[in-house]
């Protein structure tokens, strides 16, 4: 049944650990979660270097999960359950499902409270990357899923464009390679973890290329470590209108502000488009390996928005929800989707 709205505070425990991408499509849903019942307070533990993807949502703080230190192991486990016990917690919602987080939740449900576990649907996705009967069938987003967890502790929330976080203020340090208000900005993230996942350099190459001559438009390449840092360097070609945001140059909250004034995020399959679709940035994806039918496609966002590798010339894909796996024949899948379709597309989103 739906919680009923009282007077006090109700604390509700979110678990999320890893990764990236995931710990970000948790976001709108406790950004409508927190707004539709503000009787709620969330505690969301996660890893420590996530925590600024939660703080500019109303009613949630935040644990550090320190699961290399003191978190480790299962004794590690019983010490953060013990930390997590002292916070009053009314229910936990597991949104990861993982052995880690079913060992916390498992003894919040032996001392009474109220649990829920997010639906991995592994059994869908194992039929939708099948080589064989392989079934092309949408899997439910795992934003919706989300959601459902609240539901089944008694929150049902409803998921609109409202979800999305106000797009923050530029900070004065982030200001100089913002450019002017009528800036066009446009960002690319042109990795992903597995290779599976990632768009050819020369073909990229040519979308930096083409979308950095538009007349009032800058480019932020954005990456993690210094190898990438070095590659997006190479790729942007000296190009006064283009800024490479990576290796260490800013903070996770600076890039979180960055990205929220984008105009457009093209992005893999991975964690920026999800990132950029927290403040309802127009976000357009390329997928290769894996694919929108899998559940992981950024908040809100149109599946128009979705560029995928044409499966009439390979028919088994996707041949995996991680990009993890490639099918041999099928290292160039990503090949046919063309510079100019990305191009278009985007001006297409710019237009609209």
């Not at 649990?115 to 990357?129: V, W």
């Not at 987003?141 to 999305?164: K, Q, T």
């Not at 976080?165 to 913002?178: C, F, G, Q, V, Y």
């Not at 209108?241 to 996770?252: D, K, M, P, S, Y």
Request: charged letters at 20%; hydrophobic letters at 45%.
């Amino acid at each position: 049944m739906p919680h009923k709205k009282g007077k006090g505070h109700i604390h509700l425990l979110v678990l999320r650990f890893s990764a990236m991408g995931d710990v970000a499509m948790t976001v709108p849903v406790l950004h409508a979660l927190t707004t539709q019942y503000p009787e709620v307070r969330v505690i969301v533990a996660s890893r420590a270097a996530f925590k600024p993807f939660f703080d500019g949502l109303p009613n949630v703080s935040f644990h550090a999960a320190d699961l290399s230190g003191s978190h480790k192991g299962f004794f590690g486990i019983l010490r953060l359950y013990k930390e997590l016990k002292a916070l009053h917690i009314y229910a936990v919602a597991d949104l990861h499902n993982v052995l880690r987080t079913k060992i916390i939740t498992k003894l919040f449900a032996w001392r009474g409270k109220k649990t829920a576990t997010l639906n991995k649907m592994r059994d869908a996705q194992k039929r939708l990357t099948a080589a064989v009967n392989k079934d092309f069938s949408a899997v439910t987003p795992i934003i919706y899923r989300h959601a459902d967890v609240f539901a089944a502790l008694g929150f049902p929330v409803v998921l609109n464009e409202s979800a999305a976080l106000p797009k923050p203020a530029l900070p004065n340090e982030l200001k100089d390679i913002a450019g002017p208000n009528d800036t066009i900005r446009i960002g690319i993230a042109p990795f992903a973890q597995h290779k599976g996942k990632v768009y050819p350099t020369d073909l990229m190459q040519q979308v930096i290329g083409a979308l950095a001559a538009k007349p009032g438009t800058r480019l932020y390449l954005f990456g993690g470590n210094k190898n990438e840092a070095h590659q997006l360097k190479k790729m942007a070609a000296e190009c006064l209108n283009i800024e490479v945001v990576a290796g260490g140059r800013f903070t996770l909250k600076q890039e979180l502000q960055l990205i929220a004034n984008l105009n457009v995020m093209l992005s893999m399959d991975s964690a920026n488009g999800h990132m950029a679709a927290m403040y309802g940035v127009p976000v357009i994806t390329l997928w290769g390996a894996t694919h929108p039918y899998a559940g992981f496609v950024p908040y809100n966002q149109p599946l128009s928005n979705s560029v995928t590798a044409d499966r009439e010339k390979y028919p088994l894909l996707p041949t995996s929800v991680y990009g993890n796996k490639v099918v041999p024949g099928y290292e160039d899948a990503m090949r046919t989707i063309t510079p100019e379709m990305i191009t278009e597309k985007i001006n297409e989103v710019l237009s609209s």
